[in-house]
Structures are given as structure tokens and as C-alpha cells.
């Protein structure tokens, strides 16, 4: 069983959070020009990639936050923790995903 850090409960088990998707997807700044195709690409299409991956994370039955976390999409060995506020951390490994699109 994966085991997520919430960076303001601590450890808990996966079954108090819920997954969000891929992290750090930026909002269009205008919605309303964008054709059918863009839309749909910003609602649905998301990165897979085979490694790290930033993903967004909330602790649904603890304090309700949402929070960040890259995870290594063979092992599930999550590499970080951290807040929506804080930077995405640079672990060296080329963790382009969630987000570089």
C-alpha cells in the first residue's frame, strides 16, 4: 500500500487521500478563444510518463488540503512532498513530467 507524507497530518495510508491528476497544468488565460480541439486537449489529454511524475494529491479525510507529490510511476516509490505554495523540487532526475507540455 502506497503511504503518503501530508505535508500538514504526516504519514497516512492512500486510502485517505484521492488523486487529482497530473500537477501544475496551467489554466488558459482565456478560456472563451480557445478552439473545440485546445479545450478538449486542456480537459483531457495528460502526460504518461514512465517515471517521475508530479501529481496532484488531496487528503480528503484528514485536513481536506490538496498538496503535490512526485512518484515514480514503475516503482509508486514517491520522491517528494510538497505544498501547492513551494516550487516543484528539482530531484535531478529530469522531472518533466507534470506540467511540461
Given at each position: 500500500?502506497l503511504?503518503?507524507?501530508?505535508?500538514?497530518?504526516?504519514?497516512?495510508?492512500?486510502?485517505?487521500?484521492?488523486?487529482?491528476?497530473?500537477?501544475?497544468?496551467?489554466?488558459?488565460?482565456?478560456?472563451?478563444?480557445?478552439?473545440?480541439?485546445?479545450?478538449a486537449?486542456y480537459?483531457f489529454?495528460r502526460?504518461?510518463p514512465?517515471?517521475?511524475?508530479?501529481?496532484r494529491?488531496?487528503?480528503?479525510?484528514?485536513?481536506?488540503r490538496?498538496?503535490?507529490?512526485?512518484?515514480?510511476?514503475?516503482?509508486?516509490?514517491?520522491?517528494?512532498v510538497?505544498?501547492?505554495?513551494?516550487?516543484?523540487?528539482?530531484?535531478?532526475?529530469?522531472?518533466?513530467?507534470?506540467?511540461?507540455?
Amino acid at each position: 500500500m502506497l503511504q503518503l507524507n501530508c505535508p500538514w497530518c504526516g504519514p497516512r495510508d492512500e486510502t485517505e487521500y484521492h488523486y487529482g491528476g497530473q500537477a501544475h497544468v496551467p489554466y488558459p488565460e482565456d478560456p472563451s478563444a480557445l478552439a473545440d480541439e485546445e479545450w478538449a486537449e486542456y480537459l483531457f489529454f495528460r502526460d504518461n510518463p514512465k517515471g517521475p511524475f508530479a501529481e496532484r494529491w488531496v487528503h480528503s479525510v484528514g485536513c481536506r488540503r490538496w498538496f503535490n507529490v512526485v512518484r515514480d510511476t514503475r516503482t509508486y516509490e514517491v520522491l517528494a512532498v510538497y505544498t501547492n505554495t513551494e516550487p516543484r523540487p528539482d530531484l535531478g532526475m529530469g522531472v518533466a513530467a507534470g506540467g511540461q507540455r
